[in-house]
């Protein structure tokens, strides 16, 4: 196997990896795909999953704070942000296909940084309105997405960056 096809496998399978890794930490508690998947399935009652319970009434309570129209543009993006692990899980199991059926990386930096940032915008904006100003003092939670961050979310990061770096042991035709 090729230089190229081996470190683009190797970013594949950081990828996918990471879905199993705390992802983001809300709370206290670290998600993580696999707690994301889990958690779905218990609400849907198809398996008993016995650490559910706080995500669902973080969730619940959380929807209740996003009342008007922009609080639910920042749902959205809150829900995006969650959904990350997943992303990027697909992206490496598109990898290891590439890699395995010896096909050239094609796409994947520029997702990996949008979601960063769009990620870090989540937060701050959730930030900016769950602020209160008083005496001058700003009350509320500080949230910052690259302190919430886990190694979930910095091994998917560093496996997309691998597999676009698999580009440079390439051939150029």
Not at 142 to 163: C, P, Q, R
């Amino acid at each position: 196997m090729k230089l190229e096809k081996i470190v683009l496998l190797i970013g594949g399978l950081a990828c996918v990896g990471a879905f199993f890794l705390p992802f983001i930490t809300v709370a206290s508690q670290p998600i993580s795909g696999y707690t994301e998947v889990m958690t779905t399935l218990d609400y849907f009652d198809v398996v008993e999953y016995k650490n559910s319970e706080w995500a669902i009434d973080l969730f619940k309570n959380g929807f209740g704070n996003f009342a008007d129209l922009k609080g639910y543009g920042l749902l959205a993006m809150l829900v995006v942000v969650l959904l990350g692990p997943l992303i990027f899980g697909l992206y490496g199991l598109s990898y290891i296909i590439k890699a395995l059926a010896k096909r050239q990386y094609k796409r994947g930096v520029f997702v990996n940084l949008l979601f960063m940032g769009f990620a870090w915008l989540t937060f701050y904006l959730i930030q900016e309105q769950n602020t209160v100003n008083v005496l001058g003092m700003e009350i509320g939670a500080t949230l910052n997405f690259f302190k919430m961050a886990g190694i979930g979310y910095w091994l998917a990061f560093g496996g997309m960056m691998a597999a676009a770096f698999s580009l440079f042991f390439g051939k150029t035709e």
